[in-house]
């Protein structure tokens, strides 16, 4: 089993380009979180996404910020017109449950580091 | 919804010495508690969890405590190795406003020296 399989590693923009993230979640896992870990800090929730389906957008910025898990193919975290606030390590968790419990923890990606120069 | 508080932000220790990390939560609803290790530009790895019907967990060295009335929780890491250097987060789940999703603790950093 590979993993959460995140790419790329590393992504640079210059302000006001777009950035996109893909994910893939573990084998036979259907759940996808992203989050967002500012340098020093914590990790902040953004969405939760089940296929084709947002289930929990509270975390996400309103504007700028929009995110998908098609039927086919990898999740999706797209950030539109980059600033530098946007730098950031985002980091995308899968879990083959809807309840993130202990029999189906949450399992980490080795995240996204993205720079806005 | 949720909020998860987390102390000590640093925490200091000697090889060999015993670190513990406290946590409390709000949302009494909320039943269950990870936690996790983050070294430094990697990703966060859970090393133990905890349910809300059970009162202590060990593995090892690591041990995790919950008090549900109280609603804390806390790491305890017994004869510190220079590897368990890391960011620690704890993490609760489960509650009505939270379902589907996480809330973490904003981190412990753990130094141990040798």
């Known amino acids: 089993n590979a993993g959460v399989m995140q790419n790329p590693r590393h992504l640079v923009r210059r302000r006001g380009q777009e950035a996109r993230l893909r994910c893939s979640p573990m084998k036979g896992h259907s759940h996808v979180y992203w989050y967002r870990q500012l340098p020093e800090e914590g990790l902040k929730f953004m969405v939760y996404l089940q296929k084709e389906n947002i289930i929990d957008e509270s975390g996400m910025p309103k504007e700028r910020f929009s995110a998908e898990f098609p039927k086919e193919g990898p999740s999706i975290l797209r950030i539109q017109q980059v600033v530098r606030g946007d730098s950031a390590a985002y980091f995308c968790?899968?879990?083959?449950?809807?309840?993130?419990?202990?029999?189906?923890?949450?399992?980490f990606g080795n995240g996204t580091r993205l720079t806005v120069t | 919804g949720e909020n998860v508080e987390q102390h000590p932000s640093t925490l200091s220790v000697q090889e060999g010495d015993s670190a513990v990390i406290k946590c409390t939560y709000s949302?009494?609803?909320?039943?269950?508690f990870p936690w996790y290790k983050q070294e430094l530009g990697k990703r966060p790895q859970l090393i133990i969890d905890i349910r809300s019907n059970v009162g202590e967990k060990k593995d090892q060295r690591i041990a995790v405590t919950l008090n549900k009335t109280a609603k804390h929780f806390s790491l305890h890491i017994t004869e510190t190795q220079p590897e368990d250097s890391a960011v620690y987060f704890c993490?609760?789940?489960?509650?009505?406003?939270?379902?589907?999703?996480?809330?973490f603790g904003k981190g412990t950093k753990l130094s141990v020296k040798p």
């Open positions: 993490a609760a789940s489960g509650g009505g406003g939270s379902q589907g999703n996480l809330i």
């Open positions: 968790a899968s879990s083959p449950t809807r309840d993130i419990t202990y029999n189906s923890p949450l399992h």
């Open positions: 949302d009494s609803a909320s039943n269950y």
